[in-house]
């Protein structure tokens, strides 16, 4: 397999052109404008923090794969803004809206919930053993970072197409601390491009990323669920158990697997 690098790096452009990150997808924006980043943002760090105990229940992600015959598809809310299996999309939005994880940890420069840096860490370990180094772009986003790469986005190419390409503040799955946005090491120029998907990156985390407890969130065939194009860039970590059944049983969306609507509108 083609050698590629495992680290986690702070958001940058492929091709020249920057972009502009939503609660998935992004549109794109000039090269001056992807470098501003709010200030009070905090600044990532290159070393991995060993992740803080977790306030979730042990077995939130636990090491067996189910089968699809008997889950409990109920065990976790999916409106709990701090429960594993919470559902963002535009018809359901975080409550509170200014919502923070308590349990926010640095893994190799983003920040994620602790219940999701161990197997975060063995993907990253596993992917590096089969030659294949993963690099992304952001994981947790506050609602003002979000709120101001929307604004940013309206100002520039108005509220409609901003709707369409970028999450409302309050309405992105990256504010819950569980989501992730990968970067190919290997082709810069399909980094958040659909050639992204052609990747070797992409490739690995469609095969293996379930293993881990991730789920590529947006794809092309659950567009109509998740209001969203496909990503094959953003992972949403939902542990191992639910990622397994997700895997087994064919369902194509959170929103299908867990019975929670969804689409393109926002509610009026």
Same mark, same amino acid.
């Given at each position: 397999?083609?050698?590629?690098?495992?680290?986690?790096?702070?958001?940058?452009?492929?091709?020249?052109?920057?972009?502009a990150?939503?609660?998935?997808?992004l549109?794109?924006r000039?090269? @001056?404008?992807?470098? =501003?980043?709010?200030?009070?943002?905090?600044?990532?760090? /290159?070393?991995?923090?060993a992740?803080?105990?977790?306030?979730?229940?042990? !077995?939130?992600?636990?090491?067996?794969?189910?089968?699809?015959?008997?889950? !409990?598809?109920?065990? %976790?809310?999916?409106? #709990?803004?701090?429960?594993?299996?919470?559902? &963002?999309?535009?018809?359901?939005?975080?409550?509170?809206?200014?919502? &923070?994880?308590? !349990?926010?940890?640095?893994?190799?420069g983003?920040?994620? $919930? =602790?219940?999701?840096?161990?197997?975060?860490?063995?993907?990253?370990?596993?992917?590096?053993? #089969?030659?294949?180094?993963?690099? @992304?772009s952001?994981a947790?986003?506050?609602?003002?970072?979000?709120?101001?790469?929307?604004? #940013?986005?309206?100002?520039?190419?108005?509220s409609?197409?901003?709707d369409r390409y970028?999450a $409302?503040?309050?309405?992105?799955?990256?504010?819950?601390?569980?989501?992730l #946005?990968? $970067?190919?090491?290997?082709?810069?120029?399909?980094n958040?491009? @659909?050639?992204?998907?052609?990747t070797? +990156?992409?490739?690995?985390?469609a +095969?293996?990323?379930?293993? %881990?407890?991730?789920?590529?969130?947006?794809?092309?065939?659950?567009t109509?669920s998740?209001?969203?194009?496909? +990503?094959?860039?953003h992972?949403?970590?939902v542990? $191992? !158990?639910?990622?397994?059944?997700?895997?087994?049983?064919?369902?194509?969306?959170?929103?299908? /697997?867990?019975?929670?609507?969804?689409?393109?509108?926002y509610?009026?």
């Amino acid at each position: 397999m083609v050698a590629v690098v495992v680290s986690l790096v702070a958001l940058g452009a492929g091709a020249g052109t920057a972009w502009a990150l939503g609660a998935g997808l992004l549109s794109p924006r000039t090269p @001056a404008a992807a470098s =501003s980043t709010p200030a009070s943002e905090p600044t990532p760090v /290159a070393t991995t923090v060993a992740p803080a105990a977790t306030a979730e229940p042990s !077995d939130l992600a636990p090491s067996t794969t189910p089968t699809a015959t008997g889950f !409990d598809l109920t065990r %976790y809310s999916t409106a #709990d803004p701090a429960s594993l299996w919470v559902v &963002v999309n535009k018809q359901h939005p975080i409550v509170p809206l200014h919502y &923070v994880p308590t !349990d926010l940890v640095w893994v190799a420069g983003v920040q994620v $919930r =602790s219940v999701e840096a161990p197997d975060l860490q063995a993907m990253i370990a596993a992917a590096k053993a #089969d030659g294949v180094r993963l690099s @992304a772009s952001t994981a947790y986003r506050s609602y003002n970072f979000q709120l101001s790469i929307h604004a #940013d986005l309206v100002s520039r190419t108005g509220s409609a197409n901003a709707d369409r390409y970028s999450a $409302r503040a309050g309405f992105s799955e990256h504010q819950t601390g569980l989501a992730l #946005d990968l $970067r190919s090491a290997t082709a810069s120029a399909c980094n958040l491009a @659909a050639c992204f998907a052609r990747t070797v +990156e992409a490739q690995w985390v469609a +095969e293996h990323a379930w293993e %881990y407890g991730f789920v590529v969130r947006y794809t092309a065939d659950n567009t109509a669920s998740t209001g969203y194009a496909a +990503e094959p860039w953003h992972l949403r970590y939902v542990g $191992r !158990d639910l990622a397994g059944w997700i895997h087994t049983s064919g369902v194509g969306s959170l929103e299908e /697997a867990l019975g929670v609507s969804g689409g393109p509108d926002y509610p009026a």
